[in-house]
């Protein structure tokens, strides 16, 4: 079979996983922050290497079928507010009140949109709503909106329509200098007013950091005469062409694609809870995997926010491997700012300054200088210890080891309370792992939370790249009935059918050769969900007094998945040992500790903490009363018996 590319873009390193229907080839490389589309073809030409045995580029891509990549960098930048100001137009002034119902609203409407608010009167006459409109425009801008979002009416009632054709005639899209607009009519029918808003501004936010870099990194893969286009990963599981998709739906998709790597090691070792704990360079990503379900949320939040889409119930906390470490009214603060990968932790060399858990870890001991990412560079001790001093140490009036001890303390407790609440009962909930960082610091937060099981996949390093592998190709669909009757139902049904047969036809495939699910959605007055059921062509709506109803098609076209094999019966043995590293335990006191290498390690095989586990670009730190066990597969599972 034609190979497929799987890619995860964080903050500080970009994932790179080919599989081939039988075997994988895999590596990591540094993101570049000023040009995404180089890091990106950065790891293809350094993972064809593992696939040919020397650099050949133009060969993987022109015997690959698709492209999936993923990004956290609309996370990111909605964590570090990395965005451009958002201008709002409405027709009532309740909304800005609405949009800030809660303290997560009213910080995050503070931060995107603040005072950059008109408010425009729709009962007035043409001419005066072509002049209000005007100076709304040209005040929103002098105030530093760049892009402008507009919410008018119920969003059914052609309001918008109306201010539209105002607005293009006024400032028309060919003009320098222009502003964007959305329309949020146009982006979703949802009839909850501020969610449909939310999701409009927040789009708007992460539009022009997807749109740079997506279409750069499609010219370029032309100029290589690659005819498939590239694909991107969504937040529903699915992938679509770029043109074909929405930068909202591009908000924590890389960890959705851890989520579909976890619920496979679920189903493979057959555990009912799985807390998957992702941890990036600027990010640490919670999910949850119930009997099998990946929890997802038909309305779902981000940062705590209603949005009008479906969305995994995923959380992110400003905690990763390159999240800076500084001290504030004399406590070890950890994140949520992050050095990124330019110039990234201090021990990187890249002019980085700032302490981050890396520098922590190096100095520990716990990370070998001389092989981090697989020897791909030689991290810089001095450096490190500069900016710990400078950071930590000396601001508490401690010295450097002292320092080390207690920011990996505050490093596990951050880390902890990021999934501490999704754990409804530590007893029955594994955590599994994985991210740059995430193994170096599973069992210390876990511990911190009460849970006793551990799982770090041996693909781990590159997790989340492996869990796009997973997904299909497709598009969904949602539609108000406006006249919620078997006709009206009908009318939307008709209308849904010819985008996704028009959209199918632009990803490549004939909808008849694709999977289609069609559903009712019914809704309370609060816009809560009272039902989701399959519906079929004629069939009646039957609604109560205040509740709406949507018709909902997915449309997907499959492509071949990855399965994990745990069969066969364990022999348990003592692990091989392949060398020893010294590691600091405490202020005082420094341990030498054996070093197992993961994938020169049999199924069953087994040992005691403390103890280093090097896989391939990644390290795990496996503390003192944690049980160490390789699975049939090549994964670690990791039992805390304290």
Not at 285 to 295: A, T
């Amino acid at each position: 079979m034609e190979r497929l590319i799987n890619i995860d873009n964080g903050g500080t390193l970009t994932d790179i996983c080919v599989w081939d229907g039988k075997d994988f080839a895999f590596t990591k490389t540094l993101t570049t922050p000023f040009d995404l589309s180089q890091c990106l073809f950065d790891g293809i030409t350094k993972v064809s290497a593992e696939v040919f045995g020397s650099p050949n580029l133009p060969d993987l891509l022109h015997t690959t079928k698709h492209i999936r990549y993923s990004t956290t960098q609309g996370t990111n930048a909605l964590v570090e507010r990395k965005g451009p100001m958002i201008g709002l137009i409405v027709d009532d002034a309740k909304v800005k009140n609405e949009l800030r119902s809660t303290d997560s609203e009213i910080t995050l409407f503070d931060d995107l949109v603040g005072t950059r608010v008109a408010v425009i009167d729709l009962s007035s006459n043409d001419t005066e709503l072509d002049a209000a409109l005007v100076r709304s425009v040209n005040q929103l801008t002098t105030d530093g909106a760049a892009r402008i979002v507009v919410a008018a009416g119920d969003g059914a009632d052609g309001a918008e329509r109306r201010l539209r054709r105002v607005l293009l005639r006024r400032f028309p899209r060919h003009l320098l200098g222009s502003v964007p607009m959305l329309y949020v009519s146009e982006f979703s029918t949802d009839r909850v007013r501020s969610r449909r808003i939310w999701s409009g501004i927040l789009n708007s936010f992460l539009h022009p950091t997807m749109e740079r870099f997506l279409y750069n990194a499609e010219d370029r893969l032309r100029e290589h005469r690659v005819k498939n286009p590239l694909l991107i990963y969504r937040n529903d599981g699915a992938s679509s062409r770029v043109a074909k998709s929405i930068a909202l739906k591009t908000y924590s998709s890389g960890p959705r694609g851890g989520l579909e790597g976890t619920r496979a090691l679920a189903d493979a070792y057959g555990l009912n809870h799985v807390l998957m704990v992702d941890v990036g360079g600027t990010t640490t990503d919670v999910g949850s995997v119930k009997d099998g379900e990946i929890l997802t949320d038909r309305r779902g939040t981000i940062s705590d926010i209603p949005v009008s889409f479906p969305m995994s119930d995923v959380h992110s906390s400003g905690v990763g491997g390159s999240s800076i470490i500084t001290v504030k009214d004399g406590v070890i603060v950890v994140g949520p700012e992050s050095v990124g990968a330019a110039p990234g932790p201090a021990c990187f060399g890249f002019g980085g300054t700032n302490a981050t858990i890396t520098d922590v870890n190096l100095l520990l001991g716990v990370l070998d200088p001389d092989t981090y990412l697989d020897g791909g560079f030689t991290l810089d001790a001095d450096r490190a210890r500069a900016a710990i001093s400078a950071a930590v140490a000396e601001p508490l009036g401690i010295s450097v080891d002292e320092a080390l001890v207690a920011m990996e303390s505050a490093y596990f407790g951050r880390m902890a309370e990021a999934f501490s609440p999704r754990i409804d009962d530590p007893a029955s909930t594994t955590i599994a792992a994985f991210g740059g960082a995430g193994p170096m610091s599973a069992c210390g937060a876990a511990r911190l939370a009460g849970v006793k099981k551990v799982l770090i996949p041996k693909l781990a390093a590159v997790f989340s790249a492996f869990g796009i592998g997973f997904s299909d190709i497709a598009q969904n669909y949602e539609l108000a009935l406006d006249e919620p009757t078997a006709d009206g139902a009908i009318r939307a049904y008709q209308q849904l059918l010819e985008r996704a047969e028009r959209d199918m036809f632009q990803e490549g495939y004939d909808l008849s050769t694709c999977q289609t699910e069609w559903k009712l959605l019914v809704e309370d007055d609060k816009g809560k969900a009272v039902s989701e059921i399959p519906y079929h062509r004629g069939d009646s709506v039957n609604l109560k007094k205040g509740q709406v109803a949507s018709l909902i098609l997915d449309a997907s076209y499959a492509l071949p998945h990855v399965s994990i094999d745990t069969g066969g019966t364990l022999k348990q043995s003592a692990a091989s040992v392949s060398g020893e590293r010294q590691i600091r335990s405490s202020a005082t006191q420094v341990d030498d500790v054996p070093v197992y290498t993961l994938v020169e390690q049999k199924p069953g095989a087994t040992a005691l903490g403390p103890a280093i586990v090097e896989g391939p670009f990644f390290t795990t730190r496996v503390l003192d009363g944690w049980r160490l066990d390789v699975s049939q597969a090549g994964d670690l599972i990791l039992t805390d018996t304290f």
